[in-house]
């Protein structure tokens, strides 16, 4: 039962990062908006968040640097696609190596330096058998997001502003008839994702292992682009989605600890393996995508041609 607890733990905390990261994806795609720049965004928070971190000796503003950086590159992203129309494709994947490259670069002098363990917990209930240490044993962050993902899941079924949003995504050419700022509106729906992913690298070199070493993120910011289509583009599935995508990262671990006859290469392959299955599976039901997806994600818009 111990064994059974630490790994659900680990897997929350494993899951944590892809979650944050694929909430904000996910306000995005809803707008219409792809953006595949979620690994570099993360990279860059990463290192911005674990500079700030170890040099003030504050989590806290770490994190806040972290959501600040990835802020920042989402404006980048903006910028390149909503104002100069450029292809979101391709815009996307040059923030990724760009972000990979400027983590690199500014964290040349922090290779291998770490933080102190941090305090994690909710008094009282994390002394709780078994529950206590598998559910309330872990980073404030892990509660942010959970809360995160409650929050967005009202806000986008219950709320005007979420039923504009979701009308963005599927005819931005409509909402901008019936008088809604489209390009402003994606425009906040991209600085809120970059956000959510800079707390998620932030996390990644803060908490989940608190140290800096080149390419931290490991493609987790592939991995939460699949998540959004695995969730079909649905927060609460997103949750779960993450929470699985977890446990795989983890069980790799718990196998190769209890001596499993497999080659530690293929374990570590593990997640990546599962991202890969799970979205050929998705791809075999094209009708299925059509119902789920925003119709107009990766459309440019152009207010001047409606």
């Known amino acids: 039962m111990e064994q059974f607890a630490s790994l659900i733990a680990a897997s929350i905390n494993a899951g944590t990062p892809l979650l944050l990261a694929a909430l904000g994806l996910l306000i995005n795609e ?68 760009f972000g990979a490259g400027l983590s690199a670069f500014l964290g040349q002098s922090l290779v291998g330096l770490g933080l102190p363990a941090q305090t994690m917990g909710i008094p009282l209930l994390k002394d709780i058998p078994f529950f206590g240490p598998a559910l309330f044993q872990q980073h404030w962050m892990s509660y942010l997001a959970l809360l995160l993902c409650g929050a967005i899941a009202w806000f986008i079924y219950r709320t005007r502003a979420g ?32 956000a959510c992913c800079g707390l998620a690298g932030a996390y990644l070199s803060l908490v989940y292992t608190p140290m800096w070493v080149e390419g931290l993120v490991s493609g987790r910011g592939w991995i939460a682009l699949a998540l959004t289509a695995f969730a079909t583009w649905r927060p609460l599935r997103v949750l779960l989605g993450a929470l699985l995508f977890g446990g795989v990262t983890i069980l790799q671990f718990y196998l190769q600890g209890m001596g499993v006859n497999i080659p530690s290469q293929v374990l570590s392959m593990a997640p990546y393996v599962a991202t890969i299955v799970v979205l050929a599976l998705i791809s075999r039901n094209p009708d299925w995508i ?10 440019p818009f152009k207010p001047d041609a409606s």
């Open 30 to 97: 809803r707008a219409g908006v792809l953006n595949l720049g979620a690994e570099g965004m993360m990279l860059v928070a990463a290192i911005a968040g674990f500079a700030v971190g170890y040099s003030t000796h504050s989590p806290m503003l770490g994190f806040l640097a972290g959501a600040l950086s990835g802020v920042l590159m989402a404006a980048l992203f903006s910028w390149l696609a909503l104002v100069l129309a450029t292809n979101q494709v391709a815009t996307g994947l040059a923030l990724s190596i």
């Open 290 to 299: 059509r119902l789920n997806m925003p119709a107009s994600l990766g459309k």
């Open 163 to 194: 039923l504009v949003l979701r009308a963005i995504g599927e005819s931005p050419e409509s909402a901008h008839a019936l008088g809604y700022p489209v390009r402003w509106i994606r425009f906040a729906a991209l600085l809120f994702g970059g």
